[in-house]
């Protein structure tokens, strides 16, 4: 059974950073790219990041490039999101989700419950 | 405001059929497939159609998608109060170097 469980959410002032971690299990991590999604409070999904199976090609929303960069480790069967110069509009819960393909060519298929970052002074 | 265009709310009674637009440009969804994702209130979202029209194991046939141009649509037939929920479109939109948009979603209510 898939399982992916986020942690490292927390509270942080404007400006500051913020490691976000998941933790997969029950597929061949390497085998799959990786995305990063979140939601605002009441807000809809917005796409952060995604990751290649190798860890070779990366992509991120506009929203976030250049302040966030996403990585994986695939001895540890883990996903990050570093998070630097975070804003208000950053709060949010952020979700891990697997995607289909190994590469940019699949869709996100299946996500876990997220962890929430709170930004604010 | 996002990139894929829904209608913020929907409604229809048990029994009845519901569909729900999502309406992009040629970057995504005229040039790549969609997706729908159906979000249960406080639960993560789940895939419901893959590539226009496709159902993952498990999704009951009553939910189908489809797609024209610019612009998709899922449809629920049959509807149920377990279908309450919030769903979003997706797509892969190449401009930018390539990057995944999502519809603002749309909140279905089962009256």
């Known amino acids: 059974e898939v399982q992916l469980v986020e942690s490292g959410g927390g509270v942080v002032q404007p400006g500051g950073s913020l490691r976000l971690s998941c933790a997969a299990s029950?597929?061949?991590?390497?085998?799959?790219?990786m995305h990063w999604v979140r939601q605002a409070p009441g807000k809809g999904l917005e796409w952060v990041s995604l990751i290649s199976g190798d860890g070779g090609s990366t992509y991120y929303a506009d929203s976030v490039k250049g302040r966030f960069t996403i990585s994986r480790d695939n001895s540890k069967n883990s996903l990050y999101l570093q998070m630097n110069s975070l804003r208000t509009e950053d709060t949010a819960l952020y979700y891990c989700?697997?995607?289909?393909?190994?590469?940019?060519?699949?869709?996100?298929?299946?996500w876990g419950q997220g962890t929430l970052v709170t930004v604010s002074s | 405001q996002s990139v894929l265009t829904q209608p913020p709310s929907a409604s229809g009674t048990p029994g009845q059929r519901v569909t729900i637009s999502c309406s992009g440009s040629s970057s995504n969804i005229g040039s790549n497939y969609v997706y729908w994702y159906q979000q249960l209130p406080g639960t993560a979202p789940k895939l419901l159609i893959y590539?226009?029209?496709q159902r993952p194991s498990g999704v009951p046939d009553r939910f189908s998608g489809s797609k024209s141009g610019t612009s998709a649509s899922l449809a629920i037939s049959g509807l149920r109060s377990e279908d309450e929920a919030d769903y979003y479109c997706a797509a892969w939109d190449d401009s930018l170097s390539g990057h995944w948009v999502f519809g603002g979603g749309t909140k279905l209510t089962v009256l």
């Open positions: 590539r226009n029209n």
């Open positions: 989700a697997k995607d289909i393909r190994y590469d940019s060519s699949g869709w996100l298929v299946y």
């Open positions: 029950g597929f061949t991590f390497d085998d799959y790219a």
